[in-house]
């Protein structure tokens, strides 16, 4: 039904700044919100942030508040992140999601991720 499509992954130095864009598609969907996960690897995906489509509202895990931030597009329905002062912990493939408004229900869909490695 939704397809989300991943881009602005790459290899940047610790210090620097990264923007990724998660743009959505299909038909006939209702965005609740959209976010961003991680998984590095040995580790657990995790959630990094998400803004409703609504109202503008952010949501931010702690070990990025301060650092990254979170924007929307609802015209082009597309979520960015834009992540600024990166640290070699912050190298994990990143998944955008999306949480749509069903007739009754949520449907979370998911991207193929992204992947961001910062050097040392």
């Known amino acids: 039904q939704v397809q989300l499509v991943e881009s602005g992954g790459g290899l940047v130095q610790a210090g620097g700044s990264l923007r990724l864009s998660c743009a959505a598609s299909g038909r006939s969907f209702n965005i609740y919100n959209m976010g961003w996960y991680r998984q590095a690897p040995g580790k657990e995906r995790e959630f990094v942030a998400s803004?409703?489509?609504?109202?503008?509202?952010?949501a931010y895990a702690d070990f990025v508040k301060g650092r990254f931030t979170i924007s929307g597009d609802n015209a082009k329905d597309t979520v960015y992140l834009e992540m600024s002062r990166l640290k070699p912990e912050d190298t994990a493939i990143y998944f955008c999601?999306?949480?749509?408004?069903?007739?009754?229900?949520?449907?979370?869909?998911w991207g193929q991720g992204t992947q961001v490695t910062v050097s040392s």
């Open positions: 803004i409703t489509w609504s109202g503008g509202n952010t």
């Open positions: 999601n999306a949480r749509l408004i069903g007739t009754l229900l949520f449907s979370d869909y």
